[in-house]
Every structure is written in C-alpha cells, then in structure tokens.
C-alpha cells in the first residue's frame, strides 16, 4: 500500500493516487491521456473552487454536485469558448475520476450516482470530408524529395498511411505487441 500525505478519503488525496498511481500505474495510460484527465480536474475544481468562493484546499467531494458539473461544462462552451468534443471529453474524465473514488470509498458512489445524471451533449452536425481525391493524395504524395535522405522513408510512410487508413502515430511509434515476433518451432 503506497503512502500519500493526502488521506485517500479526501477530494485531493484521491485526485493525487489516480494521476500519479492508478492512470501511470495500473491503467497504464498515455501521457496525453493523463494530461488530459488532469486538466479536466484542475479545471473543474478551480470551478467548484470559484462558486462556492471557499479555498483551494476546502474544496470537497459533496460540492461535486449533476448542477454544478452541468455548469461548469456549460461554462467550458460559453466561457473558455470549448467545442462540444472537449465539454464530453472533461466529462467522461470527470465520469472516470468518480468511478475510481466510489470503487475505494462507498461515501462516493452518490456522487458519481448524481454526475452519471448529466448527459453527454450531441455535437452540432458539422460537414465532414469523408476522402481526399486521388489526385490530392498524388499531390501530397509527389511532394517528397527522393533525392533527399529521408525522402524514401517519407514516400513509402505516406503511401503505407494512404492504404491502411492507419493514424499517424501508430505508424511512428508502433508498440511492441503490435510487432510480429517471429515463431520458434519448439519441435525436433
């Protein structure tokens, strides 16, 4: 059991196990996730911080209320001038936080109880382009310099990202297990 100088029964001491144990730890979660999470929390607690005008560290789960997370997501839109994308994303953070917390102490599962009451919000319909014209990607594609000593190496990822549909990071940092290892044949 590892030891915090925060009780785990309170806000902080649970916001600081699940972003520095739990999300690294067990979740094994990426950075950009993590820091994800964490502004989603920073953010809703200088809220919650804000409308009940108390101080930082007097900031408690029961001010975690469906009205006061349905304000502060409103406030991500009309305010910091948010898409609705990032108003969900905070929310299914805040969702995940209070999930974690209920699952270690049974206090917080009312409050996860209120907050799993406040909906997702449907996005705007926005015009999507579905592909790009095969003489745009032919385009993109003529645009590297295969005299250059990386110019091969960009052509054939860019072609390789055009035929699998693949996002660029898998391409660029592909993990481990997605390597094929070569099969021993352990008969003789």
Known sequence: MMITKYSSGTLFGA???YLKIYLPGQRNL???????YRLALDQLVDFVKGQNKVPLQDVTFEMLTETTVTAFL?????????EVSSRNTRLAAIRAFLKYAADRNVV???ILQQIKNVALKKPD???TIDYMSMTAITA?????DLSAPLGLRDRTLLILLYDTAARTSRQVRPYPYS??????NSTR
């Open 15 to 17: 916001i600081h196990d």
């Open 30 to 36: 990426s950075e950009h996730t993590q820091k994800s």
């Open 74 to 82: 409103n406030s991500l839109e009309t305010e910091r001038g948010n």
């Open 108 to 110: 917080n599962v009312a």
């Open 125 to 127: 319909k926005v015009e």
């Open 140 to 144: 993109i594609v003529e645009q590297t």
């Open 179 to 184: 390597i094929p290892s070569p099969t021993v």
